[in-house]
């Protein structure tokens, strides 16, 4: 008996879309007259051949996804990521049945119960009891394995007290809560979670992780998994695979595509420069070019680079009070720097004319990784001359920790390891 | 885990044990009927009344209009009020099970985009709700017969079989149509058309001897005056004779339109979670 229990061949899925031609030719009553019954004959012609009637006057077939072979491991426990579009959930679709592929074959061993939505079929009239029945059938489960798990899901779901009353009267936590509760205690060999646990808050969404976890690990069961949550996904799954756009981008350890995901989407700039048209700002003060890079700073050591912050600003006037500021934010979206002149400036006058201004910051502050910046200039309580948000994104490389043990990435602070100093006291 | 099953998923692979499937989702199908059945009368003032108050008010109209100030003839000795109600039964029956059905899919349009299971089990189930209204109004026919005083002969023994019939006559049309409306919406408009249409066109208000016996076969092209015809014969009787060309005319229409319905169903099954 192999253990891969999932196979994809050649999968492939194709949605025909229409498009609407613009209306604007039609201009007398008779032209649109004519142009509608030609409409109305087709979609009677569509409508006897059984063809989907399209709306919109001309189609396009779009692979929503296009020669996929992957395959699936008994216990993995497998993230899938990708942007908007990227072919997420007509994947599991497919998997799950829902809607059949163009093109491929997939072959699953093992029973699946997919969870594409937080209480499918949930009815508003009915009682959390008599919800967790329907739920539960809907999900495939029997009506014994209900009974048998009927107390744990209510005891994991925290609503004893709210049994008898009709879900429309929940608040939409209680509701997130009792449909995640019915779905963590299915016993399919294969589970499939799309976005569910967007809702709920954070409490709750660690509780779920942690059951599917256990789900998994102790029961041996596979989990596929999609989120747009990297933290849930690095936290629970073992194996990842990427989607963009139909095709399968990356597929192997989760930590990998991860990166691989996070490095695909940011476009690392660390520098830019508007043209004379288009500047930022308004009459009295222009943005002019950002940039980032690094300087080699002759107090610390030869690797050790300051990172300058650059503003290119044209002002049309001298002006008074000018505050500058600048926010970073790592590839988790954490701000990690806050800054503005008035911090350290208490006298802040503009020439008229080019201005270059920057802020230095200290070496080995940021670790290694890719962050955005945002830029701003005020006079605060007054003036917004502009604020930019990520406007570039710049890349920090430490490579030089040659005394660390661990691999680059395990560093998870959000300061670089090399902030402050170790000593150790009476030693060698 | 001890029974791997190997699924293949693959474009236009006939499932092969689409039966046994529906079968193992039996228990969906009861308790999407039950969902339906306590959803059904939900905040409502007289609730389950209204399965009542409907054919029982229908009746008392043809009654005085088909009997009093048309006056149509009754079947044999059989009270007018009591012929007409035997056949609102079965014509209630078949025009709520179809309107259920037909508007069965779209309805459960979120069922039917992120779950998987046997379509067909959604517009069998809404059948149901109308033969749960069907038995409650046919204690109506009970107590009206206790009223009339007029005794059933052996003939009711058969009546399951003519529910049976009206059930399958709605299922048919019902499938097809409820398949049509994922796609053209056009139908949802239909259905309330044809079911106001037929209960003129039924034999319903009357008898169907009243229709001339020349024109009876082509009359009996509309399925339920075999339907309904039966449900007078086990009612009332020896009063009221089947036409039985048009008996089985109407018998071979049903079992046409069953499968018609479930074959074009299963074609467009498919595709109901792509467009719905």
Known sequence: ???????????????????????????????????????????????????????????????????????????????????????????????????????????????????????????????????????????????????????????????????????????????????????????????????????????????????????????????????????????????????????????????????????????????????????PGNDKLRLKSVAVFEERDPAFGIKDNKLVFELKLFSTALLKDVDIGLNAYNSDGIEVLHTASCAQIKERILNKGTIIIRYILTPNMLKTGIYALSVGANVPNQHLFFYLKDVITFQVSQQYIETSVYPEDTWSGILAPQVGKWEFINCK | MLNETELIIEPGRTEKN????????????????????????????????????????????????????????????????????????????????????????????????????PRLIIPTATIVTAFVDFLISFVILIIMMLFYQFAPSWNILLLPVFILMALLASLGPGLWITALNVKYRDFRYIIPFVVQFGLYVSPVGFSSNVVPEKWRLLYSINPMVGVIDGFRWCILGGNSPIYWPGFILSIVLIIFFLWLGITRFRKMEKTFADII
């Open chain 1, 1 to 279: 008996m192999s253990d891969i229990v999932i196979k994809a061949e050649n999968l492939g899925k194709e949605y025909t879309i229409g498009h609407q031609a613009q209306n604007g030719r039609y201009v007398a009553l008779r032209d649109v007259m004519v142009h509608n019954a030609k409409l109305l004959w087709s979609k009677t012609k569509d409508l006897v051949k059984g063809n989907p009637i399209i709306l919109g006057d001309s189609t396009e077939e779009v692979w929503a996804l296009k020669e996929l072979n992957f395959e699936i491991k008994r216990g993995d426990r497998v993230g899938i990521i990708g942007r908007n579009g990227a072919g997420k959930s007509t994947l599991l679709k497919i998997l799950s049945r829902i809607t059949e592929p163009t093109t491929g074959r997939v072959t699953i061993k093992g029973r699946v119960a997919s969870l594409l939505e937080v209480g499918t079929g949930f009815h508003p009239e009915l009682t959390g009891r008599e919800n967790i029945y329907l739920n539960g059938t809907i999900l495939g489960m029997t009506r014994v394995e209900i009974k048998q798990k009927y107390d744990e899901i209510v005891a994991f779901a925290e609503i004893e007290k709210y049994l008898d009353t009709p879900v429309k009267r929940y608040s939409s936590g209680m509701y997130v809560r009792l449909a995640f509760a019915v779905a963590a205690h299915l016993e399919p060999e294969i589970m499939i979670v799309d976005e569910v646990l967007a809702v709920g808050d954070t409490q709750f969404q660690k509780k779920c992780l942690g059951k599917m976890e256990d789900v998994s690990t102790k029961e041996g069961k596979t989990v596929l998994f999609v989120s747009h949550n990297m933290t849930a996904i690095r936290n629970l799954c073992t194996k990842g695979l990427m989607l963009d756009r139909g095709f399968i981008m990356a597929h192997g350890e989760i930590k990998s595509v991860i990166h691989k995901y996070i490095d695909e989407g940011i476009e690392i700039t660390g520098r830019k420069i508007w043209g004379d048209e288009e500047c």
């Open chain 2, 18 to 117: 689409y039966w046994a499937d529906i079968w193992r989702y039996r228990e969906l199908f009861i308790i999407l009927a039950w969902r339906d059945l306590s959803v059904r009368y939900k905040q409502t003032i007289i609730g389950i009344l209204w399965a009542i108050i409907r054919p029982l008010l229908t009746m008392v109209v043809f009654t005085v209009i088909f009997g009093r100030v048309a006056k149509l003839p009754s079947d044999g000795n059989a009270p007018y009020a009591l012929m007409v109600f035997a056949a609102m039964l079965p014509w209630t029956l078949f025009s709520s099970s179809l309107g259920e059905a037909s508007n069965s899919l779209i309805g459960n349009a979120n069922l039917i985009s992120k779950v998987y299971f």
